[in-house]
């Protein structure tokens, strides 16, 4: 699958509010380019920043502008429509005032996008339990006694190389999971599931907003020859679409939602519903200077505090629901 790279020219105080803007039409992921935060920089650096390189003092001259990418199919079709509408109603409402708001678009060869990432992807350990690796590297002595989960993320989240994904595979390593149901909600390219069936689950569901990453999700599990038919994909929205919300169902073991803080907070209620009495939440992708808020946030739900994960600045909280 190929991928558009989309671009939107502004002003800087038109960053915040085309970002606000993106993540209202399902965009999470996008690249901010602000002359005036390195204006910043080289105003409060103590450093002699005459040596800084002069590719980064080009950036003094360049507009202000955010990167996205969406994939080249109908549901990249329709995100690309509804960002193009909300653009044309902001212009004609603030007039120059946020500059071009221009949307430049082209196309990224999923070849090519693939190629980038594979030379800083390699095998790698996490927790006690688990070996991480990409289908192309071979095995390595650190892999002996562990359990291989091989995964090719191809464009979507999820190598297991972040803080966020590690807190939340070494959290599920050590949950009795021999038999039992598990939710991964935003799944990316599947490897909690995954981690989750190899580890023992009996049935698992994953689920992102992301078309492409439920695909990518599917190719995973067939990769680690995992039965197609204890591992449920689904794609949609939870927030928006009542009915996928009854698709899932309820009376999850486990629930796993490393995901980011609003959207944890704007779910919290159906992350408790899901779960069975006695269930365990796993929430991760939390940023250390959200997670009281996040915290207090699915503890008003009814759920109880178990353990507080941190790794450099992020969080990830376990949390269970009262039997």
């Known amino acids: ?13 038109g960053i915040p509010l085309l970002s606000d803007l993106l993540e209202r039409l399902g965009v999470t992921g996008f690249v901010v380019n602000d002359p005036a935060d390195f204006e910043e920089f080289l105003e409060g650096t103590q450093t002699y920043w005459d040596y800084v390189d002069e590719s980064l003092m080009d950036l003094r001259e360049q507009t202000p502008s955010l990167t996205f990418y969406l ?39 999923e070849e090519d996008w693939a190629n980038n990432w594979k030379q800083y992807f390699r095998p790698f350990p996490v927790g ?3 070996y991480i690796k990409p289908s192309w590297e071979e095995l390595t002595a650190e892999a002996e006694g ?13 190598t297991g190389s972040h803080h966020t994904t590690q807190l939340c ?23 909690l599931g995954i981690a ?20 990518t999700t599917g190719e995973n599990v ?10 449920t994909l689904l794609c949609g929205d939870v927030n928006r679409q009542p009915t996928l919300a009854e698709k899932i169902g309820d009376g999850y073991d486990v629930v796993l939602a490393n995901i980011v803080a609003d959207v944890i907070l704007a779910m919290r209620q159906r992350l408790h519903d899901f779960l069975r009495p006695g269930g365990t939440l796993i929430a991760s992708g939390i940023i250390g200077e959200r997670a009281a808020e996040v915290r207090e946030g699915l ?10 994960s941190v790794q450099e600045d992020w969080v990830a909280l376990r949390l269970r629901r009262p039997a």
């Open 1 to 13: 699958m190929d991928f558009w790279q989309l671009t939107i020219e502004t002003t800087s105080e």
């Open 71 to 109: 994939a080249c199919n109908e549901q990249g079709e329709g995100q690309i429509r509804a960002v193009e509408e909300a653009l044309a109603q902001l212009s004609a409402r603030e007039g120059d005032r946020l500059g071009r708001l221009s949307l430049a678009k082209s196309v990224v060869r």
């Open 128 to 130: 006690e339990k688990l």
């Open 146 to 158: 562990r359990t291989v989960l091989e995964i090719d993320p191809a464009s979507s989240f999820g």
């Open 169 to 191: 595979l070494k959290e599920l390593e050590t949950l009795p999971l021999a038999g039992t149901r598990v939710l991964d909600m935003g799944c990316g390219s599947g490897i």
């Open 196 to 215: 989750a069936a190899l580890l023992g689950a009996g049935q698992v569901t994953a689920v992102d907003i992301d078309q492409n990453a439920v695909f």
């Open 222 to 231: 067939e990769k680690n020859n995992i039965d197609p038919a204890a591992f």
């Open 299 to 308: 503890v008003a739900t009814g759920l109880i505090l178990e353990r507080e």
